[in-house]
């Protein structure tokens, strides 16, 4: 099997495994990060969304063999480093607007949230509606009320 090296959530990880396995499987399976959740393993529900590279992706859809050794993969467990903190300031929002019934999809909830904040603060403005109306990670509870609200209360602390 051909080795495959990443960082993850700012370590360097290595893994004997095929090229093909999709990096979910890779991150769950045989690195025990179980943030990114398996939803429908066709890049539809969004419920394994982490970073890469600080962009939003969806590693039920990507193939190891496309990670390189310089690629880094943050999942909502590192999630807090990158703000250096307990919890990322949209973690803080998720709680204070108790988003989550379930919390099954919350995890790349947040995630895709945080890669939107990042890319309106990188292009100069604030998340707008229409933003927001990008995020197509699926609640199967329906808290897109909550979920929009958090957002916003995030994007003004990050």
């Excluded at 360097?12 to 093909?20: G, K, L, S, Y």
């Excluded at 939003?56 to 990158?82: H, K, Y």
């Amino acid at each position: 099997m051909p080795e495959h090296t990443f960082r993850l959530n700012g370590e360097q990880v290595t893994v004997d495994v095929a090229d093909d396995v999709r990096v979910l499987w890779v991150l769950r399976d045989l690195l025990g990060v179980t943030g990114p959740k398996y939803g429908c393993g066709i890049n539809v529900c969004k419920a394994c969304t982490s970073h890469i590279n600080g962009k939003a992706f969806n590693p039920c859809s990507v193939q190891v063999g496309d990670i390189s050794a310089e690629d880094e993969i943050t999942t909502i467990e590192g999630l807090p480093a990158t703000a250096n903190a307990e919890l990322h300031p949209m973690q803080e929002a998720w709680l204070e607007q108790d988003v989550a019934q379930c919390g099954y999809c919350q995890p790349g909830q947040i995630m895709a949230a945080v890669a939107l904040v990042r890319r309106a603060s990188a292009e100069g403005r604030q998340v707008t509606e229409a933003d927001l109306d990008t995020i197509r990670n699926i609640c199967r509870c329906g808290t897109y009320f909550r979920i929009r609200e958090a957002i916003k209360a995030g994007a003004e602390k990050m």
